[in-house]
């Protein structure tokens, strides 16, 4: 056995070093004996402690983590637990089940691609952009109860089963993203054509939002189609049921509506004036604008 | 200082030429005649405005999304309940009872979880009652002792408060679900 294997057993077998076989360096302990070893009392050559006289003696030092010229509490490096949370999205949860009622009751319309405007249409939620609301996340409460066939847009899910629970029954989720001109617009569509501002244009999504936008997993609404094919069918798989046939669909045209990133609503385009009075469209023709509205 | 003001008034008054006043009230008159701001595009000349063309054929998806203004009745169901649990009232049924509950303006029952004392005190509020709430009180109070009774293997007597005037029952503890049960039976 080579000399190096040997002390590499011999150090396996070695106990490791731990609190309970740690010492102290030896110039340590001896200075400690030293110190412990001074004359107290009366043979003492020089007094232990405070000395007489002065702060030491009065107590009248100043209080732990002051006395130099920058304090303790300022020298010390903070990290605030809420900084920054002002600034963070806010999104509305709702439940499968709250869709589920809303459907039955006449309130949503399945045969119509369902998204933002609509659900906020309905009045009955509590949805206000100027509290950082961007949209609504689907959650999977009455997942098992679902039974709608329908294309639904929201701007954030976080569990799998919801998507797998709409999937189920043949219908269709992104998950979309807006930013808060748009959001504005959508919640009281009302209120902004009145305004007589043309519809916006829907911005890109931020940093942080990127990679959830463009994965298929998420169904986000920048990502490739066919991955997001291929997720359909892995779902299916891990949840065990089978996936319906979308092209022998009757509802397929209405299945398959997507908005493009840059549109807001079905059918209108940004950039586009609405005359709520005369019931007329306004759509710019000027080459500059055209070209500022295109996606 | 007062003597000065008077003395400067006075020599004021000395100084004032009729030419000047003339002056001074022609810049009034300018002042009346005040012009739009500039912001506003009122004097634009046809070419400085954007071109535009317009359209009709789109306007009915802007019909789309304007909110309807009333509470739209449900559609019609092949078979209750629906998915989520909602049954539509039964005239049938509920013509039995000395008393009825009507729905909400959003076709729910009106029943109420409330919580009161930082919630150590739990309750169900239930309103729009009509017809002998008494009576209604009594079979809400059995019903609901019986469901616990079948449910969860416990005998408890159920409290409860009976507001005539406003047309509501208080019931003492979270027992909505038995409580909306009941209503479903009754076909309210």
Request: net charge positive; hydrophobic share 35%.
């Amino acid at each position: 056995m080579a000399s190096v294997e040997k002390s590499l057993l011999m150090l396996r077998n070695l106990p490791r070093v731990a609190l309970n076989n740690i010492k102290e360096f030896p110039e340590v302990i001896k200075e400690r004996k030293e110190r412990h070893a001074l004359p107290r009392g009366k043979d003492a050559k020089f007094k232990l402690g405070a000395d007489h006289k002065g702060a030491a003696q009065r107590m009248s030092r100043p209080r732990l983590g002051f006395g130099k010229s920058t304090p303790g509490y300022l020298r010390v490096p903070k990290e605030y637990y809420y900084s920054g949370h002002h600034l963070l999205r806010q999104y509305l949860p709702i439940s499968l089940l709250q869709i589920q009622r809303l459907i039955d009751l006449g309130r949503l319309n399945p045969n119509e691609p369902i998204d933002l405007t609509d659900i906020c249409n309905t009045k009955l939620l509590m949805f206000d952009p100027n509290k950082r609301h961007y949209g609504f996340q689907l959650t999977d409460e009455g997942a098992d109860v679902f039974k709608s066939k329908i294309n639904i847009e929201v701007q954030w899910i976080l569990s799998e089963l919801t998507i797998a629970a709409i999937e189920r029954n043949g219908g269709a989720v992104t998950t979309k993203y807006y930013d808060i001109a748009s959001v504005h617009a959508m919640s009281d569509p009302r209120k902004f054509f009145s305004s007589g501002k043309p519809i916006p244009k829907n911005g890109t999504p931020p940093l942080n939002a990127i990679e959830y936008y463009t994965s298929a997993a998420n169904r986000g609404y920048l990502a490739n189609p066919d991955q997001i094919r291929m997720e359909r069918l892995k779902l299916a798989q891990k949840y065990g049921y089978e996936l319906p046939d979308l092209e022998k669909d009757p509802l397929k045209d209405m299945l398959s509506k997507r908005k493009d990133p840059r549109q807001i609503w079905h059918g209108l385009e940004p950039g586009w004036l609405v005359n709520l009075k005369d019931e007329v469209i306004l759509k710019p023709a000027d080459k500059e604008w055209i070209e500022y509205y295109k996606s | 200082m007062h003597r000065y003001l008077i003395k400067l008034n006075k020599l004021n008054a000395t100084m004032v030429n009729p030419s000047v006043l003339v002056a001074y009230s022609s810049n009034f008159s300018k002042l009346s005649e005040r012009k739009p701001l500039p912001s506003r595009p009122i004097n634009l000349e046809g070419h400085e405005f954007t071109s535009v063309t317009e359209s009709k054929e789109e306007f009915k998806y802007v019909k789309k999304l304007l909110p309807s203004l009333v509470v739209p009745d449900p559609p019609e169901h092949d078979f209750y309940p629906t998915p989520s649990g909602w049954v539509p009232p039964n005239n049938e049924k509920c013509s039995k009872f000395p008393y009825f509950v009507l729905r909400t303006r959003f076709h729910n029952f009106p029943i109420y979880a409330l919580e009161r004392e930082g919630g150590s005190r739990k309750l169900v509020k239930i309103k729009r009652i009509e017809g002998d709430i008494w009576k209604f009180d009594e079979d809400l109070r059995n019903y609901v002792e019986k469901c616990i009774e079948k449910n969860e293997d416990k005998k408890l007597t159920i409290y409860s408060q009976v507001n005539e005037v406003q047309r509501q029952v208080m019931v003492k503890g979270h027992y909505q679900d038995y409580i909306s049960k009941f209503l479903i039976e009754c076909g309210f």
